[in-house]
């Protein structure tokens, strides 16, 4: 299942500033209390706006 969680940036704002390099989680949004295992798992591309890359997490 992906959880969309939404910026302020425009996409080509976001591409322009790499916001991906700062996206970040503090905690699991379906384990709040942790225990899950929750970690970033990388990145993958969109198609646009093109250089679009979304940070990815992965909770087992």
Excluded: N
């Excluded at 989680?25 to 679009?52: D, E, I, K, M, N």
């Amino acid at each position: 299942m992906q959880l969309r969680f939404a910026c302020e940036d425009t996409g080509e704002e976001y591409v322009k500033r790499k916001g991906w390099q700062q996206a970040t989680l503090s905690r699991c949004p379906l384990h709040p209390q942790g225990g899950c295992g929750f970690a970033r798992h990388g990145t993958y591309a969109r198609v646009s706006p093109p250089g679009t890359l979304i940070t990815r997490y992965y909770c087992p």
